[in-house]
Every structure is written in structure tokens, then in C-alpha cells.
């Protein structure tokens, strides 16, 4: 492509090959320091924090959409920031900021600040959204889960290389890991406090603590190095973030990933609900959410074995077929091994999507921009995630059930299953795509 720049791999030391995996697990603690600006990190605070600021769920709700949808354009600026600063002094940053939000959103005060009072069609009355909180919830989400997942993303792009599969495969596996401890301490710690507060600025306390860690841990000069001799390094092309998005590849990796995560934050939201439409109860529900966990852990570290042997755009295209053919047979769902198949499907789809699409901007389009295009990827990611949960809801409001929806989200799937396949990623020197 006319204006890409060519960029000459560092030849590795010992040092810097050892650096690169305290990379990995920095970039993995990074992503679970997202936790308080995801769903399901807000999501453990929802009923105190309603009772707490005498707040409706409607209004909650359509606070938290406006809050996601406006905190995903921080990705573009913190992509920028990273190409232009480094990786270590703005993930630290980002950290740094997050965790003084969450700390001064503990001391929100529910009565006397100022409310807007909208009215949207959809709504059964005037939502009164508080705009203290508001602004607190959307740097939380702007800063969570837009910008330091960027920063996670860039580091681990950087440190892992164009060899980059069982480095992303060890990340997704550890960021999973570390969300499950995250949510394990979360869970026994939270019946012991009578208020939100505490906790809520004993996570912010950790954020900070954590981009200390990952100030002191993070080396700029390695994250160049490649694990090869110099007279086997080829000149590598790096595109630009409009020549990135001009190639059909950034848009069926981003759109596949981005869907997988409409489908996850719809159905993980609605899950018992879903399941109970197909007749089972709260154990089968309690089950299929363990089932889940081992799978996608162990699809993670396989996709990641296989993306250095494979080309992964057919290897996210055999994902998102998967994906469709779990989505499309879900409806039909009548024996309890059968939701456990689904389950343990749409699992193992959502890992191999996620390990394509950690290890994709880096070997397609180089690591000269690297900051900006993911950017651009996570901010679709998270428009997507946030538009799920609406999606499943409406469904289910306007149609009295959420199958109906499932045939329309086969067939999305199958879709960008068939374009991945015919979209394969930039070629590099010395690497299939």
C-alpha cells in the first residue's frame, strides 16, 4: 500500500526476551484494572448505588448506555497518546486517573446535586439522571474500559512481536484468570461492608497501587525487540491509521470481534433469563457459567498455538461460523447436555475470536501506529458491547422473547465468518497473513 513506512526490527538480546513476558503479565494485570469501568465490575454496585443515590433503573440504565457510548471515543485520543509518548508513561497515566475517579466516585454525595430531566421514547417516564454521576460513571467507562484497554492491547502488541501467538495466548489466559480472582475477592469481600463505598475506593486504592507496578515494570526500548538474529530481520511495513482503515481486514477483524462482543454482553446479561425461556433453572444457569471458564481458557492458549501456524483471518472465519452455527442452533436447545454444548461452543468461539483479534493490528499492520488502529478497533468493540444488552432487552420487550433474535444474529455471524475468510491481513516480510 503507496505510503507505508518500513520499520527494521531491533535484534533481541536474552534481556529483552525475558522482558517481553513480564510484559505479557503487566499488559495482562493492566486489562483486569479495566474492572470498574466494565459492566460487570459497575454491575456488583448497581442495587447499593441505586438505593444509595435514590436512583430509578431507568434512569440507571440510560445513564450507563450514554456514559459507554461517550466513553468509547477515548480510545482514538489514548491511541494517539501511546504512538506519541510511549507505552509506559500512558498506560501508568491512564491507571493513575482511573483509580482517582473511582476513589473520588466513592465520596458522591446522593442528595442536592444537580439533575437533568429527559424524556426519551422509549422510556416509560422523565428519566432524572444525576450529573455528578453521570460524569463519574462516564470517566470510569472512558478511561476503563476504552482507553487503558487500549493501553493493555498496544503493550502486549508491542512486547509479543510479529511471534505473537503464544504470547497473546498466555495474555487472554492470564486476563481471564485475573478477572476471575479479581471477581472471587470482590464477591467475599462485599457482604462484609453495610455500604458500596469502601470497596468501591478500596478497588480505586488497587488501580492506583497497580499503575505504580506497572510504571516501574514496563520498558519502552524492549518493546521493539524481535526474537531474531539481525541477518534474518526483514524491514517490516507499517500502515497508518487511514491506511489501516481502508483495508478490508481491519474491518472484518474489528466487526467480527466487535459482534462477538454484542453476542457475550447480551447473552451474559440475560442469561438465566435466556435459559429460563428454554426451561431451565437457576442450576443450569449456575453451571453453565462454570462450564464456560475452562473452555474459553483452554481455547485461548490453542488459538494462540495456532495463530502462528495458521492464517488467522480463516482461522477468526472458522470462529465466527462456529459462532453461527451455537447461535443458530440455540433456539432449538432442549436437553440440559445440550446447553452445556452450547455453553462450552460459544466459549471456545469467543476465545479463538479474541486471540485473532489480540494478535492482528500488530502482524498486519505494523507496530509504527499500532496505538491509533487499535484505538479505532476498541472503540468499535465497545460501541458494540455497549449496543448488546439494548439489543437482547428490546427484543425481548417488543417480541415477548429473545428467539426470535437468535436466526438474525446467525446469520450476522455467518456473514462476517465468509468476509474474514476472503479478507486475509496485510502481507509482511518473511510471514503468511
Known amino acids: 500500500m503507496s505510503g507505508a513506512t518500513l520499520v527494521r526490527p531491533v535484534p533481541s538480546t536474552r534481556r529483552d526476551l525475558a522482558w517481553r513476558w513480564v510484559h505479557v503479565f503487566v499488559a495482562a494485570a493492566a486489562m483486569v484494572g479495566t474492572l470498574p469501568g466494565r459492566t460487570h465490575g459497575l454491575g456488583l454496585f448497581t442495587e447499593p448505588i441505586l438505593a444509595d443515590l435514590a436512583l430509578d433503573r431507568e434512569s440507571y440504565g440510560f445513564l450507563n448506555l450514554a456514559a459507554t457510548l461517550l466513553g468509547a471515543l477515548f480510545c482514538l485520543p489514548c491511541g494517539w497518546l501511546l504512538d506519541r509518548f510511549g507505552t509506559r508513561a500512558v498506560l501508568a497515566g491512564i491507571m493513575l486517573a482511573l483509580g482517582g475517579v473511582v476513589v473520588a466516585m466513592s465520596r458522591l454525595v446522593g442528595q442536592g446535586g444537580a439533575v437533568l430531566a429527559l424524556s426519551v421514547p422509549w422510556a416509560s417516564g422523565t428519566l432524572h439522571v444525576p450529573i455528578d454521576l453521570f460524569l463519574f460513571v462516564l470517566l470510569t467507562r472512558g478511561l476503563g474500559q476504552s482507553a487503558l484497554s487500549v493501553a493493555s492491547l498496544a503493550l502486549i502488541g508491542r512486547a509479543a512481536g510479529r511471534r505473537a501467538g503464544l504470547a497473546m495466548g498466555c495474555y487472554a489466559c492470564l486476563t481471564s484468570l485475573g478477572f476471575m480472582g479479581a471477581f472471587g475477592v470482590l464477591r467475599a469481600v462485599i457482604p462484609d461492608y453495610p455500604e458500596w463505598r469502601p470497596v468501591w475506593a478500596g478497588i480505586g486504592v488497587a488501580v492506583v497501587a497497580l499503575s505504580v507496578v506497572c510504571g516501574l515494570l514496563v520498558r519502552d526500548r524492549f518493546l521493539a525487540a524481535e526474537a531474531v538474529t539481525p541477518a534474518a530481520a526483514p524491514a517490516e511495513t507499517s500502515y497508518a491509521l487511514g491506511q489501516a482503515l481502508r483495508h478490508p481486514a481491519f474491518w472484518t477483524f474489528s466487526l467480527a470481534t466487535s459482534f462477538y462482543g454484542l453476542v457475550a454482553s447480551g447473552t451474559s446479561l440475560f442469561n438465566q433469563s435466556l435459559l429460563a425461556e428454554r426451561g431451565f433453572d437457576r442450576r443450569v444457569f449456575l453451571n453453565v457459567t462454570v462450564v464456560g471458564i475452562p473452555v474459553g481458557l483452554a ?98 420487550a417488543r417480541l415477548g422473547s429473545y428467539l426470535p433474535l437468535f436466526p438474525y444474529l446467525a446469520a450476522a455471524a455467518l456473514a462476517l465468518g465468509l468476509a474474514s475468510w476472503l479478507a486475509p491481513l496485510p502481507a509482511q516480510p518473511g510471514r503468511s497473513s
Open 299 to 396: 481455547s485461548n492458549l490453542l488459538g494462540g498455538w495456532l495463530v502462528t501456524r495458521r492464517p488467522s483471518h480463516r482461522l477468526l472465519a472458522l470462529a465466527s461460523l462456529a459462532l453461527a452455527g451455537t447461535l443458530a442452533a440455540f433456539p432449538s436447545v432442549g436437553a440440559e447436555w445440550q446447553v452445556y454444548l452450547y455453553a462450552a461452543a460459544l466459549a471456545a468461539s469467543g476465545g479463538f475470536i479474541t486471540v485473532c483479534f489480540f494478535t492482528a493490528y500488530r502482524r498486519g499492520f505494523g507496530p509504527a501506529h499500532l496505538g491509533k488502529i487499535q484505538g479505532a478497533a476498541q472503540l468499535l468493540t465497545v460501541l458494540f458491547s455497549a449496543l448488546g444488552p439494548q439489543l437482547f432487552a428490546s427484543a425481548q
